[in-house]
């Protein structure tokens, strides 16, 4: 087993580790990892060379790591791997793994075997797929991705108003259209062959961490390859732990997290999830003397009226007769509606001034909090 460490990187935040994926994570701490992101073999076993109608060999995966006698072998290759890497996850953390059609409904048994909790399985479309050139199946034009939790309480994260920003104040689908790794961002060996055949997009890695981790966390790639999820981890000031056997890759993914440049200011990697307000009973703003019991409160028409009592209930009279609840209730109850947000239905009148909603008076309560 050897260690890599990235140049100029801070070894606590970057870690990459060469040998056996399962023997590595047995050595990590039991509950240490926030999130897991694993692209492990697929098993294609495509049995022969492919070539396009120009008679042009496709560069496709035949690499030793993806053959696997059996289906019973490979099933016995994901249990191990699965169980090593639920060991080292939070109760609350997420795991996510992406493979094809080959191997993803195993995977997803095993992951249910084990105790996981799947939350979504999300469809890459990819843009620019490979066609297929002998003409015998569709296309094959996407991926799947399976993001589960540790178990069906695990109190996950997920920054939803950040997914939604990211797509034009949209909830974000489970249905992701983005193109395959290409470009300068294709890592390539001097003769301008792939250095790894199945490099992901860094915009796939950048959505899985945005959505489900938070700056500071520690993620890890059991199966690093060329390094994308330490490279993205790295952009977005989280840090990573990756695993790789083959140490040509891990130099290739050393070498590529080392020119990423890390975020100075947390402000702007930070979520933008709503902050959980304190809550605050009604029955405070009458303790407190904001109001008092016997005051009148009336809705933004004055249509309605409701005098407050000592416990913060309100009472008020109709044409069927005396209501007396919550300044939710009441408010309902007045309006014939099945709820109410009674902060903001209910007015009260300053000593001076025009009539105001309560609610004003719950801000000020919760400014003192913090």
């Keep these: 087993m050897r260690r890599i460490t990235p140049p100029a990187t801070d070894s606590a935040n970057e870690t990459i580790l060469t040998g056996d994926s399962v023997a590595l994570m047995d050595g990590l701490p039991e509950a240490s990892v926030d999130c897991v992101f694993a692209d492990p073999p697929y098993n294609l076993q495509l049995g022969g060379e492919l070539h396009r109608p120009n008679n042009t060999r496709v560069d496709g995966v035949d690499e030793e790591w993806d053959r696997f006698k059996s289906n019973a072998a490979y099933d016995a290759f994901t249990w191990e791997w699965l169980t090593a890497a639920r060991r080292v996850l939070k109760p609350n953390g997420t795991v996510w793994v992406i493979g094809s059609y080959h191997n993803i409904f195993r995977v997803g048994a095993q992951l249910q075997d084990l105790g996981f909790w799947i939350l979504n399985d999300v469809i890459w479309r990819k843009t620019?797929?490979?066609?297929?050139?002998?003409?015998?199946?569709?296309?094959?034009?996407?991926?799947?991705?399976?993001?589960?939790?540790?178990s069906p309480e695990?109190?996950?994260?997920?920054?939803?108003?950040?997914?939604?920003a990211l797509n034009e104040d949209l909830q974000m689908r489970s249905d992701w259209l983005l193109p395959?790794?290409?470009?300068?961002?294709?890592?390539?060996?001097?003769?301008?062959?792939?250095?790894?055949?199945?490099?992901?997009?860094?915009?796939?890695?950048?959505r899985i961490l945005m959505a489900s981790t938070q700056p500071g966390d520690l993620v890890l790639d059991p199966f690093f390859g060329t390094g994308t999820t330490g490279a993205v981890a790295k952009r977005l000031g989280r840090r990573f732990i990756g695993l790789e056997r083959d140490p040509d890759y891990a130099a290739a993914a050393a070498k590529r997290i080392a020119a990423v440049e890390a975020p100075t200011e947390l402000s702007l990697i930070a979520p933008m999830e709503k902050r959980e307000a304190p809550?605050?009973?009604?029955?405070?703003?009458v303790e407190r003397g904001l109001l008092n019991p016997g005051d009148v409160l009336r809705d933004r028409g004055r249509r309605h009226a409701a005098r407050i009592r000592a416990d913060g209930n309100l009472i008020t009279s109709g044409p069927h007769g005396d209501q007396c609840g919550s300044i939710h209730q009441v408010g309902a109850a007045v309006q014939g509606a099945p709820s109410c947000n009674g902060w903001t239905f209910w007015h009260f009148q300053p000593a001076k001034g025009d009539w105001a909603p309560i609610d004003l008076l719950r801000q000020k309560l919760r400014a003192e909090m913090n």
């Design 128 to 150: 620019n797929p490979m066609p297929n050139f002998r003409g015998t199946r569709f296309t094959n034009a996407h991926e799947t991705l399976i993001w589960a939790s540790w």
């Design 154 to 164: 695990s109190r996950y994260t997920f920054n939803y108003r950040s997914m939604k």
């Design 180 to 206: 395959i790794c290409g470009g300068p961002e294709r890592l390539k060996k001097d003769d301008g062959r792939k250095t790894h055949p199945t490099q992901k997009p860094e915009a796939l890695l950048y």
């Design 279 to 285: 809550r605050i009973p009604f029955g405070w703003v």
